[in-house]
C-alpha cells in the first residue's frame, strides 16, 4: 500500500528478472553437465541430477562458510557465526547427500533384490540430524551470550558480504526447488527448504547487525538464537520429509490417478481398486492393483490383456507393475440393480465410503450380497460395527432376503 503503481509495477519486473536469470543458470548447469537430462525417469539421470545438487551444494556452502566466518570474528557477532557454522553443516550436508546418491545408485544384488536406493532416504536423515546438533550448539551459545553480551564491530564491506550471502541461498533454493520438481525428488526439494530457511535467518542476523549500528541496542544473541532455533526446526522439517518414505506412505494421489486411468483405458478392463504402492527409492516403485475384467470374458483373454497392461503401463510410469485379475459381473440386470441400490444406499450414510468385489449368491430363502467396503482411516471399530449394522437394516427393508456380508477394506492412498 505504501507503494505507487509504477514502484510496485517495477518490483514485478525486477523479480521476473532475477527469477529468469537463475533460470537460465540452472539451465546451463543442467544442459553442461547431465547427458541426457531430459530422461528424469532413467535412475542413471537422476543420480547425475544428484551429484549435480551436491556439487553445488558443496562449493557455495564452504565459501559462504569461509566468508561469514571471517565476517563473524572480525565483527565479534555470535548471529553470523552460527550462520556461518550452519553453511558449514550445510556442506556437510552436500557431502553426505552426494554419497548418498551415489550408493543408491547401485545396481540390486542377491542380499537387495529391490535395489539400494533408499540409501537416499538414510544419508537425508543423516543430513537432518546433524543440522539438528548444530541448531542446538549455537543455541547454547546463544544463550550464553545473553547472559554475558559483547559489543558488535560494525564494517560496511563484511555487511555488504552477508547480503551476497543471502542472493546466494536464494539462488541455492530455487535452483534445489527446480531441479527436485524436474526428477520428484524430496531430498532436493528439503534442500530447497533448507537453503530458504537460511535466506531468512541470515536476513535476520542482518536486521540485528543494522539495529546494532544504529541504535544502543544489543540485539545480536537474541538474533542467534532465533537462528539457532530456525536451524532446528528446518533440521526436523527434514527429518520429517525422509522418514514418511521410510516407514512406508501412501501411494501420491497424482500417481494414483495416472495408473489407474492408464489401466482403465485399456479394453476389457471394467474398473480398478485396491492401489498399492511400494517404494524402495526415488523412481524405484513396485505397484500392486485389482482390476475387474467381466466374468463371462475367457480367462485366458483377461490374462492376456493384464500381462500386456503389466508390461506396457509398467514400461511408461517406470514401476515394477503386478496386477490381481477380478471378474466381476457386468451383464445380469438384477445383479446391476441390486449393486445401485447398495450404492446409494452407502453413498447416503457416508459420502466418504466406497465398495469394490460385489457379488450376489441367491438361496431359496437369503441372497448373499458380498462385497469388500472401503472405509476411511479415522473410522473406529465402533464406528465399523455401527457402518454395518446400519448398511445390513437399510437393505433388508428393501427387500427382506438380503444379507450382507461385507470386508472391510482401507485405502493406501495418501490424502494431503
Not at 47 to 53: K, N
Not at 231 to 241: H, T
Not at 245 to 252: K, R, S
Request: proline share 3%; with cysteine; hydrophobic share 45%.
Amino acid at each position: 500500500h505504501l507503494l505507487s503503481r509504477r514502484q510496485r509495477q517495477m518490483c514485478i519486473r525486477d523479480r521476473q528478472r532475477f527469477e529468469e536469470r537463475i533460470k537460465h543458470m540452472t539451465d546451463f548447469l543442467v544442459k553442461t553437465f547431465i547427458k541426457d537430462y531430459q530422461n528424469t525417469s532413467d535412475t542413471d539421470v537422476r543420480t547425475q541430477y544428484g551429484v549435480l545438487s551436491s556439487v553445488v551444494g558443496i562449493i557455495c556452502n564452504v565459501l559462504l562458510f569461509a566468508v561469514k566466518l571471517v565476517i563473524g570474528l572480525f565483527m565479534r557477532s555470535l548471529a553470523i557465526m552460527a550462520d556461518a557454522f550452519n553453511n558449514l553443516s550445510d556442506a556437510a550436508s552436500s557431502v553426505i547427500s552426494f554419497v548418498g546418491v551415489k550408493m543408491a545408485n547401485k545396481p540390486a544384488d542377491k542380499e537387495h533384490p529391490f535395489g539400494h536406493g533408499r540409501i537416499e532416504y538414510i544419508s537425508a536423515l543423516i543430513v537432518a540430524f546433524l543440522v539438528i546438533e548444530v541448531g542446538f550448539s549455537f543455541f547454547k551459545s546463544s544463550v550464553e551470550k545473553i547472559r554475558n553480551p559483547q559489543e558488535i564491530t560494525f564494517q560496511w564491506l563484511p555487511f555488504v558480504f552477508l547480503i551476497v550471502s543471502i542472493l546466494v541461498k536464494l539462488w541455492m533454493s530455487l535452483f534445489n526447488r527446480k531441479l527436485g520438481r524436474r526428477i520428484q525428488s524430496k531430498v532436493m526439494t528439503a534442500t530447497a527448504a533448507d537453503s530458504l530457511g537460511d535466506v531468512i535467518t541470515t536476513s535476520a542476523t542482518v536486521v540485528s547487525i543494522l539495529i546494532s549500528r544504529f541504535t544502543s541496542v544489543n540485539v545480536d544473541a537474541f538474533a542467534g538464537l532465533l537462528v539457532s532455533l530456525a536451524v532446528i526446526w528446518a533440521g526436523i522439517s527434514i527429518a520429517k520429509d525422509t522418514l514418511e518414505p521410510l516407514i512406508g506412505q501412501g501411494a501420491e494421489p497424482d500417481l494414483y490417478k495416472r495408473i489407474t486411468e492408464e489401466i482403465k483405458a485399456y479394453d476389457g478392463i471394467v474398473g480398478t481398486h485396491d492401489l498399492i504402492v511400494h517404494n524402495y527409492g526415488p523412481g524405484r516403485s513396485i505397484a500392486s492393483i485389482h482390476a475387474e475384467v467381466p466374468r463371462d470374458v475367457d480367462i485366458e483373454i483377461s490374462h492376456e490383456i493384464i500381462d500386456k497392461i503389466e508390461r506396457e503401463v509398467g514400461a511408461k510410469l517406470n514401476i515394477l507393475l503386478v496386477i490381481h485379475m477380478d471378474p466381476v459381473e457386468t451383464r445380469d440386470e438384477q445383479v446391476l440393480a441390486t449393486k445401485e441400490k447398495l450404492r446409494n444406499v452407502i453413498a447416503a450414510l457416508d459420502p466418504a465410503l466406497s465398495f469394490h468385489d460385489f457379488r450376489v449368491v441367491r438361496g431359496k430363502e437369503r441372497i448373499n450380497l458380498i462385497f469388500d467396503l472401503e472405509i476411511p482411516f479415522s473410522y473406529h471399530q465402533k464406528d465399523c460395527d455401527r457402518i454395518i449394522s446400519q448398511i445390513g437394516v437399510l437393505m433388508k427393508q428393501i427387500d427382506p432376503r438380503y444379507a450382507c456380508v461385507i470386508d472391510l477394506d482401507k485405502s493406501f492412498v495418501s490424502v494431503h
